[in-house]
């Protein structure tokens, strides 16, 4: 073979500093590409090899290594894969975007039935040129009498090509590192870039750092291999002590016996574990392996509650294992993982396209061979297949759930807690999602026992009998088309705050009443999507209105002129013109007053909050809270017959802030004068 000189087979003569600058968003991808490459020529010369067409050397071993110089300021990516000829080089190399892996598939795609082959061996491995002024590719091909060949590129568009002098089967690649990127030869960088992209690649991945010092170890005698270079055989004597017996004598006792050891060259490490965890099938795998494969993955020491393993072969492959961490922060504050891998190379986290976006609270791995990945792997294209694969991955989880539920109800209501803000999360941002699990939400009550919606609202009767007379409320609606009736609705209750909502709690439960507990972020988006969706359901906090079970039953004329008189004196003593002030006689005579914000100001303001309105005014979104007060206490009653006392303006801002308490926690302000005035009001009582 002649030295020889070429032009790339290029379409744009800019298309190097295209490379460098856009074709991937991280410079240290270069790694995973010429990795992959590797990992790709030697899963087809084991296709050869089982098809007959290669024999390996005898105690030969397929690997990948990487060997640092910083010296040199250098990377070397060796592989024992089948190596290329002279006119593959100029095929797979020069030509710029021409697939190796597709080419290899169509010529043995009768004879291969699993591709392994991770693919784009063009453009993969000019990612080189991101991080190097110069790369050289020293190969042999596994064909006979095959001649070495040497490739060399200083980024320009012109190449150098010749005979080589590899003896070794497989392709060394050499990136001769630009200033930028000296980073890369350091030994403890590029093991971390590596375990970043390649931890579970299927081939064998070793790190060296040219001319360091020989590091050893020592093990037992028995356990020395073939491949061990035996530095020192080393015997120990067995060590002994003298101990006391009980009945005072002296005895020499061996407690470890004697061994024989061995000094011996340092044994390479792996950085690739070549058979992950989510290859295997499910019923392979105990707790502990993937309790182990969470801490290595994710580096998370808190147990995740449990996990579901994806395997599926067909309409497209798709493994992997998706954990539920302990969910107990804000839902828009939860960070989960799912990383995304392709043939057991990984591809990125987070990928949106693939993994739907309640799913992103979790943590996991999804491998998919079949996913359709852009020209630098780093990016989907705009596939349908894709949605197929974002909605089999949540038709899984969904049927992990419901199944849950179904079948193990116990740990299901155990881990409720933990994972409702994930599952209501993901019922609102995916319908199918949501439609496979209305009906196994949880509702938790006042006495801790879980319910779901069917629990909560009764069933309505198929054909109820017609009433012989119809009953007509307001007799001016009665011409009204009965198609705009609404549909009658079951208020469910809840409690977002069990020791603030307290009063509530306790008349609910003099009177037999519950609720459920609805405290996460997520609950108030949740009830609103729930109540889209049924229009038969509606929820309350129990502090919106006050339910005619709580009141005693009294016409509001009756009520009228005291509820004219009391509305005036607080308004007067709270200097608040536009106070709404309503008077009930409640059954508990000891509770003097209340407030109560109708549901629709409530949802009103949590949205502000969440949109940063905060600081907006409530009212002029329909409204603001109600003072209610209670006729049967008597210090209601003292108000009402006392109302020109000095005391009165007091007493009615002391029990505005009673109500406002046992509803929303007071400002700083008002609780510095609720503290002022409470003392006051027992220095009366002291005189």
């Not at 991280?26 to 087809?44: M, Q, V, Y």
């Not at 040497?150 to 392709?171: A, F, K, L, M, P």
């Not at 809840?494 to 439960?509: C, G, H, K, P």
């Not at 729930?530 to 229009?535: F, G, I, Q, T």
Request: with cysteine; net charge negative.
């Amino acid at each position: 073979m002649s030295n020889r000189r070429g032009s790339l087979s290029i379409n744009s003569e800019n298309i190097f500093p295209i490379i460098k600058k856009w074709l991937y968003s991280d410079h240290d991808i270069f790694f995973r590409e010429l990795i992959s490459n590797g990992c790709d020529a030697i899963t087809k010369l084991k296709k050869l090899e089982m098809m007959g067409e290669y024999t390996y050397p005898d105690k030969f071993k397929n690997q990948v290594k990487v060997i640092v110089n910083p010296e040199e300021k250098t990377l070397k990516f060796i592989d024992t894969g089948l190596g290329m000829t002279e006119a593959e080089v100029e095929e797979y190399i020069t030509q710029i975007a021409f697939s190796g892996a597709t080419d290899f598939l169509e010529k043995y795609k009768d004879k291969a039935n699993e591709d392994q082959i991770i693919g784009h061996f063009g453009l993969g491995f000019y990612s080189a040129f991101m991080v190097a002024d110069e790369v050289h590719i020293d190969t042999l091909s596994y064909q006979k009498d095959a001649v070495p060949v040497h490739w060399e590129c200083d980024g320009g568009t012109e190449y150098e090509i010749s005979q080589g002098t590899r003896t070794q089967v497989g392709t060394e690649i050499t990136l001769f590192l630009n200033e930028d990127s000296l980073e890369f030869a350091n030994e403890y960088r590029a093991r971390e870039v590596i375990q970043k992209y390649c931890s579970f690649m299927p081939t064998e991945i070793f790190l060296e750092k040219a001319n360091a010092e020989q590091e050893y170890e020592t093990i037992d005698a028995a356990d020395v291999t073939e491949d061990d270079v035996v530095v020192e055989r080393i015997h120990e004597e067995a060590k002994t002590e003298e101990v006391e017996n009980e009945d005072g004598t002296k005895e020499v006792k061996e407690i470890s016996p004697a061994r024989d050891k061995a000094k011996i060259n340092k044994r390479p490490v792996s950085l690739s574990d070549t058979h992950p965890l989510w290859t295997k099938h499910p019923n392979e795998c105990d707790r502990e392996e993937y309790l182990a494969f969470y801490r290595k993955v994710f580096m998370d020491y808190k147990e995740p509650l449990f996990w579901i393993h994806l395997n599926m072969d067909y309409p497209f492959n798709l493994k992997g294992i998706l954990y539920f961490p302990k969910i107990n922060t804000e839902y828009d504050s939860i960070e989960g993982t799912i990383k995304l891998y392709n043939n057991q190379v990984f591809i990125a986290d987070n990928i949106k396209e693939v993994i739907p976006e309640f799913l992103m609270l979790l943590k996991g791995v999804i491998d998919c061979p079949d996913l359709p990945l852009n020209v630098s792997r780093s990016a989907l294209q705009n596939d349908g297949f894709v949605q197929k694969i974002s909605d089999y991955i949540s038709k899984k989880v969904a049927d992990k759930l419901s199944g849950m539920c179904k079948t193990d109800r116990e740990n299901y209501e155990k881990y409720w807690d933990d994972i409702n803000p994930f599952i209501k999360f993901g019922c609102i941002k995916d319908e199918k999602f949501s439609e496979k699990m209305t009906d196994y939400i949880l509702f938790k009550d006042l006495d801790g026992k879980y319910e779901t919606l069917k629990d909560l609202v009764p069933e309505k009767e198929e054909n109820p009998e017609e009433p012989e007379v119809d009953i007509v409320e307001n007799p001016e609606e009665e011409s009204g088309e009965s198609e705009d009736k609404e549909p009658e609705k079951t208020n469910i209750f809840y409690v977002t705050d069990e020791i603030q909502q307290s009063q509530y709690i306790n008349l609910f439960r003099e009177e037999g009443k519950n609720a459920v507990i609805l405290k996460h972020n997520i609950d108030s988006p949740f009830i609103s999507h729930l109540e889209s969706k049924r229009e038969d359901v509606r929820f309350l906090r129990i502090d919106a209105d006050l339910t005619d079970e709580l009141k005693e039953t009294v016409s509001t004329e009756d009520l009228k002129e005291t509820a004219q008189s009391l509305t005036e004196i607080f308004r007067q003593a709270l200097s608040n013109d536009k106070l709404d002030v309503k008077v009930e006689k409640l059954k508990n005579e000891n509770i003097s007053s209340m407030v109560t914000l109708s549901e629709e100001s409530r949802r009103m303001q949590e949205m502000m909050k969440m949109y940063g309105m905060a600081g907006m005014d409530p009212s002029m979104f329909g409204g603001n809270e109600t003072l209610v007060l209670n006729a049967n206490h008597k210090l209601v009653q003292y108000i009402l017959e006392h109302r020109d006392s000095d005391h009165v303006p007091m007493f009615c801002q002391q029990l505005y802030d009673l109500a406002m308490i046992s509803n929303k926690p007071l400002s700083p302000e008002e609780m510095t004068k609720f503290i002022a005035r409470s003392n006051e009001i027992m220095m009366l009582l002291a005189k």
